[in-house]
């Protein structure tokens, strides 16, 4: 392990920078190259879409690691730098600018990129979020009266409408789903927060499919398959990502729903590893369940647990996954995985918040979800992932009752 090449992180997001000073963190001495595509120190993606775009403030990034920090670590970053190869022979790889780097341990760490919407290619009025860069572009377009349409009622596009109206901007979600938010999040959740952006003005089209969209003069039109179509200033969309993979595919490594790897966030090749957004892992906790997580706190654990891993540990990841969201004023936050859960509890905790915890068939709590003011259930929360991840089985009586105190089930 000593030898020259060192440690190689492909990505330089949350994920790769959590690796790359975890490394150090763990007494590796060698050479740590993090290689990024994006001319920016690694920051954290989240503000993007909520305080990058709503402070007066002009937007600076949130650094996941400054550059002094990396500096410090003994950390050798190099900023736009595009990965084009991975010679898993030579153990080495090619960027853009032809040259070649070696490694002992690679680990991929590439992200997503926001899936993209056949019919609006070629629109300019059309705009995607996923870099700081993004977030300045469409930053730039926000102020009072300009219409903002947002194609997908998923997490960005939702954050991304409740700044745009706290900039004074008409919002209108387009959503193909029944409702918002379909994908991991409980239909009670979903409709609080539906309410909420009712109530501060935005316009949410469920269930509206898409035919066309069009540049017009000053704008874009969106027709939808009813008939109708609906015009703005500005389009983002936002229907979700996809894992960034070719890099790994190119290299013969195997693709599931992301580059495939094993509970310890290894590859088929024993030399390389993904961790983050890009990679999608077995669950224990969930009978190995395969799934992948595009979450900021899976990346900083997975981005720590990768280079103990590569450095030879052997832990298995066995983190709960866990999600949060703000919008207005509510905080939404998520442990587990809800859809594994054939009943559900729901705990009352008065003033507008309230919690569900998700039963499996044998009576284990698979998954908590809450919504409130502020951070009215981040405590109980945090209290059920201990739960879950203790495979506890609480009676359903004593989660539902708000008197009932959490830690005490803990306890027993």
Request: net charge negative; proline share 5%; hydrophobic share 45%.
């Amino acid at each position: 392990m000593g030898s020259e090449a060192g440690m190689v992180i492909v990505g330089a997001g949350e994920c790769g920078a959590s690796a790359a000073l975890a490394l150090r963190e763990q007494g590796y001495a060698g050479p740590v190259t993090l290689i990024g595509a994006e001319p920016h120190p690694p920051y954290e993606r989240p503000p993007l879409s909520k305080d990058a775009m709503a402070d007066e403030a002009e937007p600076m990034p949130k650094h996941a690691a400054s550059p002094q920090r990396l500096t410090e670590a003994g950390v050798t970053h190099l900023a736009a730098t595009e990965v084009r190869v991975i010679d898993r022979q030579a153990k080495t790889v090619a960027t853009a600018d032809g040259a070649s780097l070696g490694y002992d341990r690679l680990l991929i760490a590439t992200g997503s990129s926001p899936r993209r919407l056949p019919l609006a290619e070629g629109s300019r009025r059309c705009v995607t979020l996923r870099t700081f860069d993004d977030a300045l572009a469409i930053r730039a377009h926000l102020r009072a009266g300009v219409r903002v349409l947002i194609v997908g009622g998923g997490f960005i596009g939702l954050e991304l409408a409740a700044s745009a109206r706290k900039l004074g901007c008409p919002v209108t979600v387009i959503e193909a789903q029944p409702r918002i938010l379909m994908r991991g999040v409980p239909a009670e959740i979903a409709e609080t927060i539906h309410a909420a952006h009712g109530s501060a003005g935005v316009h949410v089209l469920c269930g509206k499919g898409i035919v066309a969209v069009e540049d017009i003069t000053g704008g874009v039109r969106i027709r939808l398959a009813d008939g109708h179509a609906v015009e703005g200033d500005l389009c983002v969309i936002g229907i979700g990502a996809v894992p960034n993979v070719a890099l790994a595919a190119a290299a013969g490594l195997a693709i599931d729903n992301g580059v495939a790897v094993d509970g310890n966030l290894r590859t088929g090749d024993p030399d390389i590893f993904a961790a983050g957004d890009c990679c999608s892992f077995p669950l224990a906790l969930y009978g190995g369940r395969r799934v992948r997580l595009e979450a900021w706190r899976n990346a900083q654990e997975q981005g720590a647990l990768a280079a103990k891993n590569m450095l030879g540990a052997g832990e298995a990841h066995d983190a709960v996954p866990w999600f949060w969201s703000d919008q207005y004023d509510l905080g939404l936050q998520i442990a587990g995985l809800p859809d594994e859960g054939v009943e559900t509890v729901c705990r009352d905790l008065g003033a507008d918040a309230f919690i569900l915890f998700h039963l499996a068939a044998d009576g284990r709590l698979v998954a908590a979800s809450g919504i409130g003011p502020g951070n009215a259930v981040a405590r109980d929360i945090r209290l059920a992932e201990m739960l879950i991840a203790r495979r506890a089985a609480p009676s359903p009586e004593k989660l539902s009752a708000a008197d009932t105190k959490l830690k005490s089930l803990l306890a027993a």
